[in-house]
């Protein structure tokens, strides 16, 4: 059966990347969550998609920029009633602890070369025991690789945006076990190829009810999606098909 991502936690409805957004998609029955990591001036990994903090909170500047006790008093639930500081991602693996959910961390170092993020991120995942239940994907595939050779007992998963030739040589040319495409990026041939060659797809952003049936009808390997509630009663009509 298909597994069910909440991307950025379940992001329809709550802040996207807070603890409340994640608690919400493990009691809606998500599977697993996405969520996005980068780096502060005093090297702790936090959890938040833009470089800058400007979009999804009340603050200004570079993440990069922020010692870890200033950017924790932002609001990165703006719009909502109750302030929610930016997690860092041990609050969340410590949570992790208290249930089964699967957590894909996304590297968001394509654009700053945060130097030591997968040492850091890495380490955290061991301490709190959670290698088997991490997925590690990133737009920078350097990373993915580098990932790999300093933690083999870690899944890894390149993102894509486009369609690649033969997608399942490349991931296994790089030791990866799965492959995050943009849902539009490949068709169903290539995703049914790339699960039979031993890979595991998880489209993003799936968010359309079309997008979903199409993937459940395949049995894709996971969907990412902002809805989970959404996507759970359309996986509803594909239980006890596969
Ligand atoms: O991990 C899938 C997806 O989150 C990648 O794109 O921009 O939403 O981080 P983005
Ligand atoms: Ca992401």
Known sequence: ?????????????????????????????????????????????????????????????????????????????????????????????????????????ELKNGLIPYEGMEEKVIQLVRNYGLSDRIIISSFNHYSIVYSYRIAPEIETAPLFIEGIYMPWIYAQSIRAKGIHPKHSAMSDTILVNTMENGIAVRPYTVNKDEDMHRLFKINCTAIITDNPVKALRIRKQYENKS
């Open 1 to 105: 059966m298909t597994q069910i991502f909440a991307h950025r936690g379940y992001s329809t409805l709550f802040a996207e990347n807070t603890m409340g957004a994640f608690i919400e998609a493990e009691k809606a029955g998500a599977d697993g969550l996405e969520l996005d990591v980068q780096l502060t001036k005093d090297g702790e990994i936090v959890v938040i998609h833009d470089e800058k903090v400007d979009r999804t909170t009340t603050g200004k500047g570079f993440v990069k920029d922020f010692l870890f006790k200033e950017i924790r008093k932002l609001n990165a639930n703006k719009d909502g009633q109750k302030k929610e500081p930016i997690p860092s991602l041990i609050e969340v693996l410590e949570w992790l602890q208290s249930n089964k959910l699967i957590c894909n961390i």
